[in-house]
């Protein structure tokens, strides 16, 4: 079987991060860049004040773009930095004017308690599946035109909502990205591996929509080589999940380095 994305990626995920905080430092030079983590970039601004950016947006942009097409990614980094200084995209306060905006984030714990322990504030969030120890859980984020904004415990009493209501409100807005019946259309014709867009770069999120569209007893095998992609693919014959395992490993920082099965009851890592 060939996949549609099985070629090689003439840039790396730290070639992009690389190039990226060069630039930033060149058009926002008072800013000071502090920490890379699970893909956000944490900047410090004069006032001591910090800042997080998601690649997310760009990554996609940019990633197939051959090594020596310095002057087009340069073109791409100065237009997100130049949109989301130049607009002022993000408030400094959300309010519930900004409920449409909520989307859920598949993270990991690590994230979690990174985010715990920079900011020392606690964080909406539900466990995958319903399962304490999962490597990954539910958190939240407020989308912009170029970055996005994290929730944690001050934004949700700004947005007036507790996690419950985060969570109902996050996933009416992620219906709308991938519709019931689209996903259906694709997935019911589905005879080899489908490409799914996702250039608003919540490729992750849409694992959520996908297990609450499909039926009792029916299952799907995802890989999301970056948060502007989703292939949906059969379950692998004999089970063996090796060559996707494979694939999902060359993932950049807004993907998922390991593939998934879904099925109307979990959300499974393999």
């Known amino acids: ?146 970055t996005v904004a994290h929730v944690a415990e001050r934004q949700a009493e700004e947005l007036e909502l507790d996690e419950a209501g985060l969570y109902e409100i996050s996933m009416q807005n992620l219906r709308e990205f991938l519709p019931r019946a689209a996903f259906r259309q694709i997935f019911d014709e589905m005879a080899e591996p489908q490409m799914l867009p996702c250039e608003d770069g919540h490729a992750r999120a849409r694992m959520l929509v996908i297990g609450e569209y499909l039926e009792a007893g029916e299952e799907v095998a995802v890989v999301i080589p970056d948060g502007a992609m989703l292939f949906l693919l059969p379950i692998p014959p004999n089970n063996n999940w090796n060559p996707l395992r494979k694939l999902a490993e060359e993932s950049n920082a807004t993907g998922f380095s390991r593939p998934f099965l879904i099925t109307k009851d979990q959300i499974r890592g393999m």
């Open 1 to 146: 079987m060939r996949f549609p994305w099985q070629k090689a990626k003439p840039l790396l995920e730290s070639d992009i991060v690389e190039e990226f905080i060069e630039c930033y430092l060149k058009m926002v030079p008072d800013e000071r860049f502090v920490g890379f983590n699970e893909g956000f970039l944490k900047w410090q601004k004069a006032d001591d004040s910090t800042h997080e950016l998601s690649l997310g947006k760009i990554f996609h942009d940019v990633a197939l773009l051959a090594k020596n097409n310095r002057r087009t990614r340069d073109e791409i980094y100065q237009a997100f930095i130049t949109a989301m200084h130049g607009s002022g995209p993000m408030p400094d306060k959300l309010s519930p004017e900004y409920h449409s905006r909520v989307l859920p984030a598949i993270r990991t714990r690590g994230y979690l308690d990174q985010v715990r322990k920079s900011l020392n504030t606690e964080v909406p969030y539900r466990d995958l599946n319903g399962e304490l120890h999962s490597e990954y859980i539910i958190a939240y984020s407020v989308d912009f035109p170029t």
